[in-house]
């Protein structure tokens, strides 16, 4: 998206020995559960950080700099900033995937799809598909997850049922 490039040309990077950062997204949130009309889902934007040469297995990353609001009718999402510079957080482990995980992970687009329909009982009626595909993504996002759980407790708090 160009409007995330240029705001990011113009986020302050950490004067750290971080090889590189770069920006990254968060999946679509909710504010609560069960999908309503006129409900707004949101991405964050926030940065990941590498250094080969110190941390092999892992990743920096910093609190969200920005998010787009996705609402009903609009095509285009509304970006709004969160600050003008990055913070770092924590490091992130990685690991390598099982192949269940790489099977919930490639269903992430139809869900997508699903989302910005706009067909909220469509979305609603895929309650499994949605708490797997976030359980995962939250077990191995936890930092940029502990970040954007306040804002969206009830979410949350749904796919942690059961």
Known sequence: ????DQLWQSIQKPDTPIQFWDKSTTPLFPFGWL???GMVWVSYVYATGRDFR???DGEY???PWAKLEYRLGKSEPELISLSNKLEHVA???VRPLKLDEVEIYRQYPEILEKILSNDFAVVASLPDLIRN???LWRNCNGVIA???KPYHSDFFKWVDEY
């Open 61 to 63: 990353i910093a609190k």
């Open 133 to 135: 595909y976030y359980r």
């Open 1 to 4: 998206m160009i409007m995330i």
């Open 146 to 148: 502990s970040q954007v």
């Open 91 to 93: 490091i992130q482990g």
């Open 35 to 37: 999908p309503v009309p």
């Open 54 to 56: 110190k941390l092999a």
